[in-house]
């Protein structure tokens, strides 16, 4: 199974890998990167009393309405299936379906939506504390096309919405202090003041010692223009020791797609939950492919389902449909 996302402006992509040691991608505007390996993750001695493994996602948390039909437009299609969505979100959940721990920090609007969206957090034991309510924005929307294959394209209902305006002073620093990996996306860095309040989550991270995990995560809709998105998600590149890259393959099982939302923030969600618990496990070969075939096979499991939360795996599931499958070897 693979999955392909739209490429940064400018750059070219392939398809499923995590990049643990990322590398100049024959684009000069690519910044040259440092090599995982040669972090010292608990150099200041904070890493490693990190309690429970935690994995802090930060950003977004939106409805998503998927068509309950393939292969027709927005317009064409007959009715839509309401999925509770948005990357960050989505990388949360799938950790503790998976049976880490983790938690969300971000704002949705105080609606019904919000409420309910907070509500399924809480359902599958994400960490809800750093939610916020905003009572003059509303919870995003976003409608997705779905091709016969069951590749997407979106249609945001935000500018602003809730998740837009969450504030530096909302944000729960001793829950970003207690992250082993603090993860984000890029849509967050669009507009202030939810910009501001990025930076300086990840500052109050990388000072308490955790690992920062960037999920570009391209929506080029949502940004004024190309060069704004890309200028955007390489202003904090260097900064993250993990970047969802799409570069390398690994052993994969092949699936036939349903919807491919979520896919991969469960393949971001099932390499979080091994590295949170083994954060040196990219010392080792072996065991880092086997982590990035679990979390290849989270995706594959993710996509034979609609809707992104809904879809994600069980680590019962999980590992059920591992030992099931017919495995397909990229060497």
């Not at 949360?92 to 938690?103: D, E, H, I, N, R």
């Not at 409608?143 to 394209?153: I, K, N």
Request: include cysteine; hydrophobic fraction near 40%; aromatic fraction near 8%.
């Amino acid at each position: 199974m693979t999955t392909d996302e739209s490429s940064i402006p400018g750059t070219s992509t392939s398809t499923n890998s995590y990049s643990i040691a990322c590398r100049n991608r024959n684009d000069p505007l690519y910044p040259s990167r440092f090599d995982f390996k040669n972090l010292s993750l608990t150099s200041n001695g904070k890493a490693a009393d990190k309690s429970q493994h935690l994995v802090v996602c930060f950003g977004e948390m939106l409805i998503d309405f998927v068509p309950t039909v393939s292969g027709v437009s927005l317009a064409e299609a007959p009715a839509f299936q309401k999925a509770p969505g948005g990357a960050p979100a989505n990388v949360a959940v799938c950790v503790s379906k998976l049976g880490g721990s983790s938690a969300f920090i971000g704002k949705v609007g105080d609606d019904e939506f919000g409420r309910m969206l907070d509500g399924i957090l809480e359902q599958h034991k994400v960490d809800n504390s750093g939610v916020r309510f905003d009572q003059n924005a509303r919870t995003a929307l976003a409608f997705v096309t779905l091709t016969a294959e069951g590749e997407r394209e979106f249609l945001f209902f935000r500018n602003p919405s809730a998740d837009m305006l969450l504030h530096e002073s909302e944000l729960d620093i001793d829950l970003i202090n207690k992250s082993v990996i603090f993860h984000y996306g890029s849509i967050s860095l669009i507009g202030e003041p939810c910009r501001s309040t990025h930076l300086a989550a990840m500052a109050a991270a990388k000072k308490s010692g955790s690992l920062l995990s960037y999920d570009p995560n391209l929506r080029l809709p949502l940004w004024p223009s190309e060069e704004a998105a890309r200028s955007g998600i390489m202003s904090i590149w260097d900064e993250a020791h993990i970047i969802k890259e799409f570069k390398g393959r690994v052993n994969s099982i092949e699936v036939k797609a349903v919807d491919t939302t979520g896919a991969g923030d469960s393949f971001v969600g099932g390499l979080l939950t091994n590295l949170a618990s083994d954060i040196n496990l990219y010392q080792d070969e072996r065991r880092l492919r086997e982590a990035l075939f679990f979390a290849n096979a989270c995706a594959a499991l993710t996509v034979t389902q609609r809707g992104a939360i809904p879809a994600l795996p069980t680590k019962d599931a999980i590992s059920r449909f591992i030992s099931e499958a017919s495995v397909t070897n990229h060497g």
